[in-house]
């Protein structure tokens, strides 16, 4: 198959910060080592040595801009209308809102994500390991640490810091700066404390080298995670996670490699309590998340949509019941 992946959140590879892009990088390699051909329609400034780049311009309409050649299309973000020169899919990354239309060919990456729009279709993301140095799973870990958008309230940075104080615990904070205007209005408290460490935005070898001498990581998120990067990134790093019961956590969070709680207190008797293994988590994000495993799954999606069957037996909807998000203190 001639498979073209389009995206427009950055540039690829990404070398800080990067969701989507880390995660379509590693689906086209592995079409690649599949056997299929993989071209990129994305921003301008992106390389690839396995793959032809086309150059994504977000001024010109989508379609024009899909050769001839291709057997199919993969977005990797949602359209105000759909493809109609060929047959396509959509994954969606992020949480539509109850007003937005969803493509019928939209494929989800948590079984949560699906059931919340009234679907079943799925593939849960992978990354290519082989991108992120080995971890160490052999050091002591005296911390613990947050990865994520720590401007964003959803991701709840304040709530990880006071899981960590409770626990008599430090936290490095990865993806958020210290003096912002948020912080020292809601955490100004957290600001000052030497225990809460703030180490910015960091790429792949910063982010390991923290991560190595950490216990966990803690992510009470106060939104419906569509699925969550950071926690398979910890996981593979040898840290357990530590969350609430929101969005996909409860599907990615097994007993043996971390725990979801309801409250801070309950998570806090928790991390006393808990039997870490860096190796068990290690083996597990290998296992279960890695780019292999992903783009098996999407080279069955795509042959059911070439053969003119649709991803979903309906259009996904909004499903108010499903998205009320649990109460977390």
Same mark, same amino acid.
């Given at each position: 198959?001639k498979?073209?992946? *389009?995206d427009?959140?950055?540039?690829?590879?990404?070398i800080n910060?990067g969701g #989507?892009e880390?995660?379509i990088?590693?689906l086209g390699?592995?079409? #690649?080592?599949?056997?299929?051909? /993989?071209?990129y329609?994305?921003?301008?400034?992106?390389t690839?040595?396995f793959?032809e780049?086309?150059v994504?311009?977000d001024?010109?309409n989508?379609?024009?801009?899909?050769?001839?050649?291709?057997d199919?299309?993969?977005?990797n973000f949602?359209?105000?209308q759909?493809i #109609?020169?060929?047959?396509?899919l959509?994954?969606?990354h992020?949480?539509?809102?109850?007003e937005?239309?969803i493509?019928i060919?939209? *494929? @989800?990456i948590?079984?949560?994500?699906?059931?919340r729009y009234?679907?079943?279709m799925y593939v849960h993301n992978?990354?290519?390991w082989?991108d992120?140095?080995a971890?160490?799973?052999?050091?002591e870990?005296?911390?613990f640490?947050f990865? =994520?958008k720590?401007?964003w309230k959803v991701?709840?940075? @304040?709530g990880?810091?006071?899981i &960590?104080?409770?626990s008599n615990?430090k936290l490095?904070?990865m993806g =958020?700066?210290?003096w912002t205007?948020r912080?020292?209005?809601?955490g @100004?408290g957290?600001?000052l404390?030497?225990k809460i460490?703030?180490?910015?935005m /960091?790429?792949?070898?910063?982010?390991?080298?923290?991560?190595?001498n950490?216990k966990?990581?803690?992510?009470?998120?106060?939104w419906h995670?569509p699925?969550?990067?950071? %926690?398979?990134e910890?996981?593979y790093a040898?840290c &357990?996670?530590?969350?609430t019961?929101?969005?996909?956590?409860?599907?990615l $969070? #097994?007993?043996? *490699?971390? @725990? %979801?709680g309801?409250?801070s207190?309950?998570?806090?008797?928790?991390?006393q309590?808990f039997d870490?293994?860096?190796?068990l988590?290690?083996?597990?994000a290998?296992?279960?998340?890695n780019?292999?495993?992903m783009a098996e799954?999407? *080279?069955?999606?795509y042959?059911? $949509?070439?053969s003119?069957?649709?991803?979903n037996?309906k259009v996904p909807?909004?499903d108010?019941?499903?998205?009320?998000i &649990?109460?977390f203190?």
């Open positions: 198959m498979i073209l992946i *389009v427009k959140s950055g540039i690829i590879p990404t910060y #989507t880390r995660v990088w590693g390699k592995e079409l #690649t080592l599949l056997g299929h051909e /993989v071209f329609l994305v921003k301008e400034g992106s690839c040595d793959a780049i086309l994504l311009k001024e010109i989508i379609e024009s801009q899909i050769p001839k050649y291709i199919i299309v993969h977005l949602r359209l105000k759909p #109609t020169s060929k047959p396509y959509i994954t969606m992020g949480n539509p809102s109850k937005e239309l493509d060919n939209t *494929v @989800f948590s079984k949560n994500q699906a059931e009234q679907s079943s992978g990354l290519d082989s992120y140095p971890p160490n799973l052999d050091t870990r005296t911390y640490h990865l =994520g720590a401007a991701k709840n940075v @304040f990880a810091a006071k &960590a104080l409770e615990n490095h904070i =958020g700066k210290r205007f912080n020292l209005k809601r @100004f957290y600001v404390n030497p460490i703030f180490r910015g /960091v790429d792949n070898n910063v982010k390991m080298d923290i991560m190595k950490s966990a990581l803690l992510f009470p998120v106060s995670e699925f969550g990067l950071a %926690i398979i910890s996981l040898g &357990a996670v530590f969350g019961k929101n969005g996909s956590l409860p599907e $969070i #097994t007993p043996e *490699v971390g @725990f %979801i309801d409250c207190s309950e998570i806090v008797k928790a991390i309590e870490y293994n860096p190796k988590c290690h083996e597990y290998t296992k279960y998340f780019s292999n495993r799954s999407y *080279v069955i999606l042959k059911k $949509i070439l003119g069957d649709t991803l037996q909807q909004y108010i019941e499903n998205n009320k &649990a109460i203190n």
